[in-house]
């Protein structure tokens, strides 16, 4: 059964930083691509960002370029979001989702973990 | 502003059909596959459709995807209570130097 794990989240004040993590079982992780995707309260999905099995393609919403760095360990069957200079908009449940293709490109997602809570406020 | 334009709600009532659709451009849905996800209140998404008109193993084929052009369609039949979810497209966009994926801002379906 794939399981996709997150943790990580919390509160933080504005311009700090959060480290996301998604630990990942019941599938060969290293086959897939990643992504992160979020949801601020009451609104709709929105991607963040996404990597290659690899690690050899990366893709980041213009919303995070610069703040945000997307990583994984295949050895640890792990994906992480390192989260810098914080705004109250990055506000939302971040849910970690397998793709069904080794490429960011497909972009189907077929397994979703429940989601970590990051609130930026003071 | 969301990418792909979907209605923000639809209904209708149980047992009859009703379809979502999604629109967007050559840049994304015009070239690229499709995926359908329905989010339960208080759930995380699930795939439901994906390359256009693909039904992942478990998915009842009540619910049918189309695409036609720059613009994708989901259909649910024989509507029940329990599928009162938002529903969104997503695929991918190549419009800007590096692609990314996109979704739509969501449908409410309620079932009357």
């Known amino acids: 059964e794939v399981q996709l794990v997150e943790s990580g989240g919390g509160l933080v004040q504005p311009g700090r930083s959060l480290r996301l993590s998604c630990a990942a079982s019941g599938f060969t992780f290293d086959d897939y691509a990643m992504h992160w995707v979020r949801q601020a309260p009451g609104k709709g999905l929105e991607w963040v960002s996404g990597i290659s099995w690899n690690s050899g393609s990366i893709g980041y919403a213009d919303s995070v370029k610069g703040r945000f760095t997307i990583s994984r360990d295949n050895a640890k069957n792990s994906l992480y979001l390192q989260m810098n200079s914080l705004r109250a908009e990055d506000t939302a449940l971040y849910y970690c989702?397998?793709?069904?293709?080794?490429?960011?490109?497909?972009?189907?997602?077929?397994?979703w973990g429940q989601g970590t809570l990051v609130t930026v406020s003071s | 502003q969301s990418v792909l334009t979907q209605p923000p709600s639809v209904s209708a009532a149980p047992g009859q059909k009703v379809t979502i659709s999604c629109s967007g451009s050559?840049?994304?849905?015009?070239?690229?596959?499709v995926s359908w996800y329905q989010q339960l209140p208080g759930t995380a998404p699930k795939l439901l459709i994906y390359d256009n008109n693909k039904r992942p193993s478990g998915i009842p084929d009540r619910f049918s995807g189309s695409k036609s052009g720059t613009s994708a369609t989901l259909g649910i039949t024989g509507l029940q209570t329990g599928d009162e979810a938002d529903y969104y497209c997503?695929?991918?966009?190549?419009?800007?130097?590096?692609?990314?994926?996109?979704f739509g801002g969501g449908t409410k379906l309620t079932v009357l």
């Open positions: 997503g695929t991918w966009d190549s419009s800007l130097s590096a692609g990314r994926v996109v």
């Open positions: 050559s840049s994304n849905i015009g070239n690229n596959y």
């Open positions: 989702a397998k793709d069904t293709s080794y490429s960011i490109v497909g972009a189907t997602l077929d397994y």
